[in-house]
């Protein structure tokens, strides 16, 4: 088994057999792998991921070097060293831990308004189809999208149309993320969609354009220096918005598809282990990248300083040592690491599994008596992102 990967771990492992793969590995007995594709190290093991992401010999911030060494005016450097350097997912201590302060709180003051929130969209939604029959649904354009859109919107106190559009233009900023090698118009429209977030921004704050005790609110009355503001309300839009629909998405799917072969599946588990379940074995960003601040050595292999090391939390979820049916549903003792785990621990993270669970107990209570069919899906399984694509369904009485 181990001289599968002799050669080393290459993007087509991932983006084509990514969960035979880790049954592989596992099986193989090995907990670290090196790629010399990525040149990085390879974390899979449930107990190294959730041990590891904690520890401080590690660095998560690796924009900076990478914004450094860009073929792009200081100006443009200035502009995506300031945002990115306010983006919680690549920041260290102590800043990571201020910041972080400033948007935990407001989101702790919304909790416990979600459920209601949840509730309501979700009937608003799902109850129409409680009179209807024989139908098929586009799951992820009918029901997903819309009740992520309104429910966030709702929680951040925007319009639709505002929060649509923070989303769109903030989406344009970070798709800067994803290119290892960008050339002088990439880094162009990224500085230009950054500028046209700040500017969205401003404008709904100079206007009144949202909801007073909203997260927006809470976040604009919390923050006071106004580029730690503009990031941070872009940073919980975009990093909010993927999680929480992907969520909506997989639990759909996980219990359209159980629902099929087990029946009796929720008379074996409670709703909130399902959701739970659901967010183990599909989490949108399968791993968290971070680089060694000295030399590591870790079961007889030697990570050296400044070596990348991507941390699989999508295979964590699935380590067959902590999870008893590790690939499928089940009453799983663990947490799983879907929303990641020490200090970047996602704060949203309960606000979303709130929000879902009301999607499900209104889908499971109106949809019942029907017959859930999945007769289309898709996978954008990338690297570095998974989710549905499609997913349609056929309700039948």
Known sequence: ????????????????????????????????????????????????VSILLKDKRFNANRKKGFIDKLEAQDSEKNILSSFYS????????????????????????????????????????????KSKSNLVVDAIEDLAIPFTNLVLSKIMGLGLSDYELVLREANNAIDFLWKPFPNKSDIQNTVN?????????????????????????LVVKNIGNDEDRLALIIN???????????????????????????????EKISLEQLVEETLRLECPFPYCARSANEDIHINNKTIRKGDRVIFLISAANRDPKKFENAQGIGASKHHNLTFGVGSHFCPGSILTKKAVIE????????????????????????FGFRTLDKLILSIED
């Open 86 to 129: 306010r983006w919680l997912m690549y920041m260290d201590e102590p800043d990571h831990s201020k910041l972080r302060k400033g948007i935990q709180v407001p989101i702790n003051k919304i909790n416990s308004t979600t459920p209601e929130i949840a509730h309501l969209i979700a009937k608003e939604i799902i109850i129409p189809y």
């Open 193 to 217: 969609s950054i500028n046209s977030s700040f500017n969205i921004i401003r404008n709904i704050i100079k206007n009144d354009d949202y909801s007073p005790n909203s997260l927006f609110d």
């Open 1 to 48: 088994m181990k001289a599968l990967y002799s050669e080393g771990l290459n993007t087509r492992d991932f983006t084509k057999k990514r969960y035979e793969l880790y049954n592989n590995v596992f099986e193989s007995g090995e907990d670290i792998l090196w790629s010399k594709e990525h040149k990085a190290w390879f974390v899979f093991n449930y107990d190294l």
């Open 236 to 266: 919980v839009a975009v990093d909010g918005h993927e999680p929480f629909l992907s969520a909506v998405k997989s639990f759909i799917f996980f219990y359209a598809h159980c629902l099929a072969y087990d029946e009796k599946l929720l």
């Open 359 to 382: 999607f499900a107990k209104i889908f499971i209570s109106t949809l019942s008596n029907k017959k859930i069919t999945i007769i289309e899906k898709k996978w954008n399984d990338s």
